[in-house]
Each structure stands twice: as structure tokens, then as C-alpha cells.
């Protein structure tokens, strides 16, 4: 195998000596897998790197590793690498960028050749040539041999990551081979990874992707059942594939402004998914900051038939805290939508279109904020008012 991205230069003295030995040591968090301990800076960039989804962009991904290390000191730096290198990393599905975070760490002025870096950097090429196997093969529509290579990799010895299963899974589910995507999921469980939110959401996509909404009601009840939280993905997922929501936020025409209205205008299985989502509030609370003084829903990361879902939620919700009487109404209630820079849909932002339409057919108080164009607002005591005489 010939591995490109990974070059080395030795130095011809190599000191193994500290300076500034009296610097202070930078906080560490404990690693929950038993791992390299992380300092907070390592922490925030992996962070960075996994809300940013920047796993799959290689783009997005070198270019957080080259600020990352610019402006972090030696012992953070090695120490994130450290960590990606360790036998318990905590942060597997990270493991790729080792070799990127290597080559860059290498660059640096202060870099020292450390041979058991590199001794730990070698079983990895293995395991990343089987990743890029498996998922350009995905890739390609040939997720039978993407699980070829995946046994493979266990004859080998080498034991396969939630990276490889998942693209394998998501490939039959692109594919329309619901038996095989189901089966993987099985497999997943053999090898030790449970389901997660991740892996739900590429099943819902891949049944919504085929108009299988039936199968769509029974996973979101399994998701219950293993307390595997919604995201805003799953909203977006499974409304995405309603063709009836979807014409309400496309239309121009009028649509339902409460969730039992919608309910009872569609057809039944778009009905029981509205259910089931509803009755979870997780993605709705962690949309909404309620404090004395602000009241803010952001629709950040939603597709219009989830802003659209979640509005109703919302209003729901306000209509429920604001008739009690020992409820403190916020200063201000804001919502933001965006102003459509990451659409990809040209012009203004289509969920922002569609919420000005709702609060337009609701005869809402709630305005565009002069300030900023991507947000609506108005005092909390007009939007009360308005919640308890108007929607009764």
C-alpha cells in the first residue's frame, strides 16, 4: 500500500529535554474510555471537528488542524495526537485525521522526530486504507463489497470501527436493500456498537428516500425505547419525506397553525410520524433558551417541514407556561431563522419565507428585527397577550 499524505524528516540532532520546565501544566480532562487525558484546548478542537461534521470534509477538516496547531503550544498539540493514538481513544470515529494532525504537527518549528510517534502512526495505515475502501465503495454502489472488505478486516485481525459498519449500513440504505441495512444493524450490535442517533438518522433517510414511511413509525419507537435522543437531522429526515407537509411549506396557500390541526389533514402515516416526533420534546428544548430577560428559538440547521413542525411545538409550549399564573414572561421573544447564507437555495432564506408567512396567517405581533434581518421579535408581554385572546 502506498500512502501519500504521511512524510517524515529527521532531524540530525534529537533532544529529548524539556525547556521551560517551570511552565505551568495545562488542565487535563479524564478520559471516560481510559485514555490519553485531554487538555480543555484538545477537547474544544475535537469538538470543533465533530459538530462541524468535518470528518467527511477534508477541507473543513485540514483547515481546523492547521489553526488548531498554529496557535496551540507543543505539549497541547502532541498531546491531542497522543490521544487520537491511544488504545482507549475516547474519540474513535475521530482516528482518521491522525495522520493530517501528524503531517502538520511536523511542519511545525518546534517539532523533534519521536520515533515511537511514528511507531504508533505505522498499524494505523492499515486501518485507514480499509476505511477509504469501504467507503469509496460505498460510494460507488457497491456496498456488498464494502462488507466483503469489512470481513476482511476481522480475518485479519484488524477489529472494525462504527466508521466502516455505518457507511456500509447507510450504502444498502442508499441502495433501497432494506433487509441488508437491517442486518448490519444487527452486526453493528454483534461488534459492540449500539445504535446511535447517527446511525437512526441515515436509516430513516435511507426508508424516507424509498416513500417507506411505514417503516419509519416502528424505528422512531425503537429510538424511544433505547432513549436514543432526536436530533434536528431526525426532524429533518423524516419530515423531508412527508410529500403533504412538504406542499404546506412549499405552497403558497395557507396551512395548519397548530399540531393537532396538522395532524388531522394527513394522511395516517405522515400523522403517526408527526406523533412521534412531537412527543419528544428534546430537539424543541434544545432549540430554546428561556431566561427572565429572552425568550429565543433558533431554527439554525432546520429544514422548512422541521422549522415548520417546531413553530407549532413552540407556540404550544408558550400557550402552556404563559396560562400559568406564576409564570415569569420573557423582556423579549426572539426567533432566529438565518438569513439563507447556507441554503442551497439562491435569495432569502426559504425557512425565514416560510415562518414570515406563519406569522402573517397567525396575525402574530412578531416582527423582523431592523438589526438583524435573519431574526423576529417583540416584547414577551404583546406575544402573551396575543398567544392567550388569539389562539384560544
Known amino acids: 500500500m502506498v500512502i501519500g499524505i504521511l512524510t517524515l524528516t529527521i532531524p540530525s540532532s534529537w533532544n529529548h529535554r524539556r525547556r521551560h520546565c517551570l511552565r505551568p501544566t495545562p488542565p487535563l480532562i479524564k478520559c471516560e474510555s481510559g485514555g490519553v487525558p485531554l487538555t480543555k484546548q484538545a477537547h474544544r478542537f475535537f469538538s470543533s471537528l465533530t459538530s462541524t461534521a468535518a470528518v467527511d470534509d477534508p477541507a473543513t477538516a485540514n483547515r481546523l488542524i492547521k489553526k488548531f496547531v498554529a496557535s496551540s503550544p507543543k505539549s497541547i498539540a502532541l498531546n491531542a495526537l497522543s490521544h487520537l493514538l491511544s488504545p482507549r481513544n475516547s474519540h474513535p470515529h475521530l482516528s482518521a485525521i491522525a495522520f493530517p494532525l501528524y503531517t502538520k504537527i511536523s511542519e511545525a518549528s518546534w517539532y523533534n522526530w519521536n520515533p515511537k510517534l511514528v511507531a504508533d502512526l505505522v498499524p494505523l495505515l492499515d486501518i485507514q ?45 442508499k441502495m433501497g ?14 461488534e459492540g456498537f449500539g445504535v446511535d442517533t447517527i446511525s437512526s438518522n441515515m436509516i430513516l433517510s435511507s426508508y424516507g428516500a424509498y416513500n417507506a414511511l411505514p417503516k419509519m413509525v416502528p424505528w422512531l419507537q425503537k429510538m424511544k425505547a433505547l432513549e436514543i435522543p432526536f436530533s434536528i437531522r431526525t426532524y429533518n429526515c423524516v419530515l423531508n419525506s412527508c410529500p403533504m407537509i412538504m406542499s404546506f411549506v412549499r405552497g403558497s396557500g395557507g396551512f395548519p397553525v397548530s399540531v393537532s390541526e396538522l395532524v388531522n389533514v394527513l394522511d395516517e402515516d405522515e400523522a403517526l410520524l408527526v406523533k ?12 430554546m433558551e428561556w431566561d427572565d430577560l429572552e425568550l429565543k428559538l433558533d431554527l439554525h440547521g432546520m429544514h422548512s417541514g422541521s422549522a415548520y413542525l417546531i413553530m407549532l411545538q413552540w407556540i404550544k409550549e408558550m400557550k402552556s407556561r404563559f396560562r400559568v399564573k406564576e409564570c415569569v414572561v420573557p423582556a423579549q421573544i426572539t426567533v432566529v431563522c438565518g438569513t439563507g447564507k447556507h441554503s442551497s437555495v439562491r435569495g432569502e432564506s426559504p425557512v425565514k419565507t416560510l415562518i414570515k408567512a ?14 438583524n434581518i435573519g431574526c423576529f421579535i417583540a416584547k414577551g408581554q404583546v406575544v402573551r397577550n396575543w398567544l392567550i385572546q388569539s389562539l384560544d
Open 177 to 190: 436493500f432494506f433487509e441488508d441495512m437491517e442486518r448490519m444493524v444487527k452486526k453493528m450490535e454483534i
Open 358 to 371: 406563519m406569522m402573517v396567517q397567525m396575525k402574530s405581533p412578531m416582527r423582523i428585527d431592523r438589526k
Open 129 to 173: 486504507g480499509y476505511k477509504s475502501m469501504v467507503s469509496s465503495l460505498c460510494e460507488m454502489g457497491q456496498p456488498n463489497e464494502a462488507e466483503n472488505v469489512v470481513e476482511d478486516m476481522i480475518k485479519n485481525g484488524v477489529k472494525p470501527s462504527l466508521f466502516e459498519l455505518r457507511f456500509v449500513l447507510y450504502g444498502y440504505g
Open 276 to 287: 412521534e416526533l412531537v412527543e419528544s420534546s428534546s430537539v424543541l428544548d434544545e432549540a
